[in-house]
């Protein structure tokens, strides 16, 4: 007990002097970037995934019912191919889906990071807690009302997400927000809408129905530039607006009081980092639909990779960008002429990933 409480003591004094400015001995070499403290292992871990990521992107590149060469991706991604179906097919139908997959995946992977080390629970992602279901159901209900157009669908996701999340947030509040109790009652909010969401489907006409069907899966197919780069822009500023909060996330992972204690102001800070990740899932919703488990897994993966201490914001984007890009690349080539969702491929790989979690975090309390 005397060992663990020195421990404790020396991470909260570390932390205090962080706060301060002062230079403080991790033990790992640090890199001070625009006054942050970033540790060099995450980020080589980071760029080492960040590579494989982009190695998955060139391999979709090269793969499909038209086979290319390296040569014809290359000059393709300029324009400058022999051959004219060679730009079309490289730079209008595959490039934008492997930039989806990568920027959409580094966005789940720093919301779920964003909502684990809020609730400081591995499970506290934002498609556990329900604010990816509520993005869906705003989806849904604008694609029933006003057709399936993407800025309306857009929209539409993100009042929801943000609905969803006021509404959590409003039914754990009691003098704070506890994740337990956020994670509780997300589970409950998802499960409902989950049912109030299947009830609009069947009560759609055909065309809509398929299309919110179609959506919901949680696919990147036919995705385009007139859709990429509105998500693209929005999901880059909200991941810097993450990293701005960084320091305070760490500091709140202490503990409410050691957060206030260090001069954190806990609830707006943890509203605004709330706000942020929710608007995440919210855009990367309204580009692909509701994408599971790669908010689950990203932050827990990466911080194993790089041993790190805490969550890690870049990290997880890092494994969620190379999740989400391999992820479909099995969803395009593993079944030959058949196309599968992604959505379809992140629930498998995620549903194993979870139970393993189970069994690991049952392992720890016995």
């Known amino acids: 007990m005397k060992a663990a409480s020195t421990t404790a003591t020396s991470d909260i004094a570390g932390t205090a002097r962080a706060t301060t400015g002062e230079r403080v001995d991790f033990g790992r070499p640090m890199l001070r970037v625009l006054g942050f403290r970033i540790d060099v292992r995450v980020v080589v871990t980071a760029a080492v995934l960040g590579i494989l990521a982009l190695a ?3 391999v979709a590149l090269l793969l499909g019912e038209f086979d290319l060469t390296p040569a014809d991706v290359f000059a393709g991604l300029f324009g400058q191919a022999e051959r004219r179906i060679v730009n079309i097919v490289v730079a209008e139908w595959r490039a934008p889906r492997v930039l989806a997959g990568i920027i959409l995946g580094a966005g789940l992977g720093v919301s779920g990071a964003v909502f684990q080390s809020l609730t400081r629970n591995p499970l506290g992602s934002p498609d556990i807690i329900g604010f990816s279901t509520g993005a869906y159901t705003g989806g849904i209900l604008t694609i029933l009302v006003f057709g399936a157009g993407y800025l309306s669908t857009a929209a539409g996701a993100v009042i929801g997400g943000l609905a969803t999340a006021v509404l959590v947030y409003l039914l754990t509040w009691k003098g704070g927000v506890q994740g337990f109790r956020l994670i509780i009652v997300g589970i409950a909010l998802t499960a409902m809408l989950g049912a109030f969401n299947t009830w ?3 009560r759609a ?7 919110a069907a179609t959506w919901g899966a949680g696919t990147l197919n036919a995705m385009g530039w007139e859709t990429i780069i509105p998500a693209g822009i929005a999901t880059i500023v909200l991941t810097i607006a993450c990293g701005l909060f960084s320091r305070d996330l ?5 503990g409410d009081d050691t957060a206030k204690a260090l001069g954190v102001r806990n609830e707006p800070v943890r ?6 990740g929710v608007a995440l899932v919210a855009v990367v919703t309204a580009a692909a639909g509701p994408i599971a488990f790669v908010a689950l897994a990203a932050p827990q993966i990466g911080r194993r990779i790089a041993r790190a ?5 870049l990290s997880a984007a890092a494994v969620g960008a190379l999740l989400l890009v391999a992820a479909d690349l099995i969803a395009q080539h593993a079944l030959g002429d058949i196309q599968l969702p992604v959505g379809v491929v992140t629930v498998c790989i995620g549903g194993i990933y979870l139970i393993w979690l189970l069994v690991h975090e049952a392992r720890k309390a016995l």
């Open 250 to 254: 760490s500091t709140l992972e202490l």
């Open 309 to 313: 201490q805490g969550t890690s914001l």
């Open 56 to 58: 998955c992107g060139f």
């Open 271 to 276: 509203a605004a980092l709330i706000l942020c």
């Open 205 to 211: 006409d055909l065309d809509l129905a398929m299309a």
């Open 200 to 202: 609009l489907i069947m």
